[in-house]
């Protein structure tokens, strides 16, 4: 007797790893199955053999094929006709044409003005290692042209890491269920980090105690056992002033501060007489009996884990408010368990050898200007020099950039000439000259290094590229040949490049992991236990004493404070001068449903999101005749946005909420909540001030 027969539609399908790529910590492992037969993706899915990712995937990437097959994407090179700016028309072209153009025009340009009139800017559209930091700095550097210092999103807690720890030692999200105390600091990870929630649940399962710190009112307070609310940008103060208690108390672990720092004297005497119990309610509006109450629940076992956002950097002050919270489990001595702070891995995980990546070699001793990203708009109104070219790849700057009314008026220069490679019309895009498809994570190879936990991720290509579209890599190896870039690193492959950075001398976490590993199984987890690993494992942290610097010269000499102290925001509600005349201050946040830019183009996922908002106190929404629903001007001397209002209760007063980085194209004066946010940089790490942004609102037509 003949066998049964198989199952036709199970012949017909494979089945790909994958890595989603987008700007989150969680950096799930995907399983993509294809229908052989069309080569269309037909379902994706989380990996259930992922122990971080348990085989589900968030709202936004559930929703992953009406992305990559969506009306919106750009499948073709284009040729902007008429006029830019909101409403730009456009001619199909071919890759040859597109390049050709793109190339003599760069050329052009380098021969009038030189190299640094060009300025390549990017960021995180895709975190893959080789899409986010690989070829494109190559082709770059190679030029010559500007550099671009990539501040836009962590670069405040990155330098107060880098001072104090040497950005290594993050605390497991997977040790989470062997706490007694976690503190979800400034973190909304109900909707920016879902898959720590399962390690969080087991944890409130196991007996312990679960508290939000934060001004606003979120699905991850309402979650909590505790909520507590600390006026924006005083954060730092009400760590010290738990510092204080802990110490008054005698809660500190003297031995490990003894083993493992340096400077922990001068803040026990010199600093935290400052931070008394009527200061820091003076300063976070918190209670003194709960910031007492805060201060000894954390104290009470090592068994503590904080995890804290990047909201939190997003202040004038933020580089300082890091610093204070990512001290705490030093004092308690929580970190030299499996306690500590998880803020993220990052620093640890793509720590690869960028020499080899990026290839500083290709600068033959040129030292090009530099720009800060966050001050797009000063560099294209006021660089001199001029900018006379600008590259944009994995972002959409007309949108993100603080101050993006003077961002655009940049992009609008008609002398600029502009590049877009990206997968959707953006509202960028408007502003380009040449428009150049990319890809989606489904149609290239790449690897991803999570940033909330500690696993390395590969994406291998499911599909075909859909349309013409390439990926960053290849884009780039086909421009540098239209340049006469013959060097051998423009012809390298993805396979070629990966298997130079997964290097274990270089990154002890990369111990025991393989290309081939990768390959067969879609992760690998990072060698956290290796002796070899910088910060309590071996001892040895990353600073010039090689500890952990509680007292940093390293900052004294760049004129910060040495110690960690609480810095009042300039444009904050401390300030009683600038709220006299805008007494509210905004909470960009990210939102539910996108990812930054990302996924904004996705139907279902717009409709979820239904309208912008701006959430008030209910107190300051009546002193302003304002009620739920009603349409709503948000502004300042820098700018305006429009949105419905939402009155939460419990909202802490003075506080607005409006979401981030919304297309403004899709708003009614073209912009959104960035209009209204300044070009300042941050206390250190040269990073954004969203958050430290004042503002009125009022009810409109």
């Known amino acids: 007797m003949d066998p049964a027969p198989k199952n036709p539609d199970v012949l017909h399908k494979k089945v790909v790893h994958a890595a989603c790529p987008h700007d989150c910590p969680d950096g799930c492992s995907m399983r993509v199955t294809v229908d052989t037969r069309s080569g269309r993706a037909i379902e994706v899915v989380g990996d259930p053999t992922h122990p971080v990712t348990r085989g589900y995937l968030c709202n936004k990437v559930n929703n992953y094929l ?27 072209i071919s890759w040859d044409e597109a390049l050709d153009e793109t190339a003599a025009r760069l050329k052009q340009v380098i021969d009038v003005h030189g190299p640094e009139a060009v300025l390549p800017f990017s960021y995180s559209g895709t975190l893959g290692l080789l899409g986010y930091l690989g070829m494109g700095q190559r082709f770059f550097n190679r030029m ?163 995890r804290v956002n990047w909201g939190i950097q997003r202040h004038q002050n933020g580089g300082s408010m890091t610093r204070a919270i990512k001290l705490l489990p030093a004092i308690t001595g929580a970190m030299a368990g499996k306690g500590g702070v998880c803020m993220s891995t990052g620093g640890e995980m793509r720590a690869v050898d960028m020499g080899k990546l990026q290839r500083s070699d290709l600068l033959a001793g040129r030292t090009p200007r530099n720009f800060n990203m966050i001050q797009l708009g000063m560099a294209l109104n006021q660089a001199e020099p001029p900018l006379h070219a600008l590259f944009v790849w994995n972002s959409d700057p007309a949108n993100c950039v603080p101050d993006t009314r003077d961002a655009r008026k940049g992009l609008a220069r008609e002398d600029l000439f502009v590049v877009v490679h990206d997968t959707f019309f953006t509202d960028t895009a408007d502003y380009a000259d040449i428009l150049l498809p990319a890809d989606t994570a489904l149609e290239r190879m790449d690897l991803l290094a999570a940033y909330g936990n500690y696993y390395f991720g590969l994406s291998q290509p499911a599909i075909e590229k859909v349309g013409e579209s390439l990926d960053n890599g290849e884009m780039f190896r086909r421009l540098a040949r239209k340049m006469g870039y013959d060097e051998t690193c423009f012809s390298q492959t993805d396979e070629e490049m990966l298997e130079e950075i997964i290097d274990p001398e270089f990154n002890p976490l990369f111990e025991g992991v393989s290309f081939e590993l990768l390959k067969k199984q879609g992760w690998a987890r990072a060698a956290v236990d290796s002796p070899r690993r910088k910060g309590v494992n071996s001892g040895k942290w990353p600073t010039p004493s090689g500890k952990l610097e509680i007292y940093s010269d390293a900052m004294a000499n760049a004129g910060l404070d040495p110690l960690p102290a609480h810095l009042p925001e300039t444009e904050g509600l401390a300030n009683e001068q600038a709220t006299a005349r805008y007494p509210l201050q905004v909470i960009s946040a990210a939102t539910h449903y996108f990812i930054g830019s990302s996924f904004q183009h996705v139907p279902r996922l717009q409709d979820m999101l239904s309208r912008p908002t701006i959430e008030l106190n209910a107190d300051d929404a009546a002193a302003r005749g304002i009620e739920t629903g009603d349409y709503c001007r948000l502004y300042n001397d820098r700018g305006e946005t429009f949105a419905n209002a939402y009155v939460v209760d419990g909202l802490l007063p003075g506080v607005v909420g409006a979401p981030k980085q919304l297309r403004g194209s899709r708003m009614r004066n073209g912009v959104n909540v960035n209009a209204l946010t300044s070009q300042q940089e941050s206390d250190m790490g040269r990073g954004p001030v969203y958050y430290s942004t004042l503002a009125e609102v009022e009810k409109v037509a």
């Open 144 to 306: 010559g042209a500007c550099q671009l210092e990539r501040t836009i999103c962590t670069a405040a807690g990155a330098a107060a890491e880098a001072f104090m720890t040497g950005r290594v030692g993050d605390a497991n999200i997977e040790d989470l269920p062997d706490m007694d105390v976690v503190l979800l600091w400034g973190t909304n990870l109900v909707s920016t980090g879902v898959h720590a929630m399962p390690f969080i649940n087991e944890a409130r399962a196991n007996g312990a105690k679960i508290v939000a710190i934060d001004p606003r009112v979120t699905r991850t307070t309402a979650f909590a056992d505790w909520h507590i609310q600390p006026r924006p940008g005083t954060d730092a103060a009400l760590a010290l002033g738990m510092m204080k208690i802990i110490v008054d108390r005698g809660l500190h672990d003297v031995e490990f501060l003894k083993a493992q720092t340096v400077g922990w004297e001068r803040l026990i005497d010199e600093r935290l007489p400052e931070y008394t119990l009527d200061y820091v309610e003076r300063v976070t509006g918190v209670s003194a009996a709960d910031v007492e109450k805060l201060a000894t629940l954390y104290a009470s076992t090592t068994k503590s884990f904080i």
């Open 66 to 92: 009406d992305l990559v097959y969506n009306d919106r994407r750009v499948l073709y090179p284009q040729r902007r006709v008429g006029p830019k700016g909101p409403g730009a028309k456009w001619q199909r």
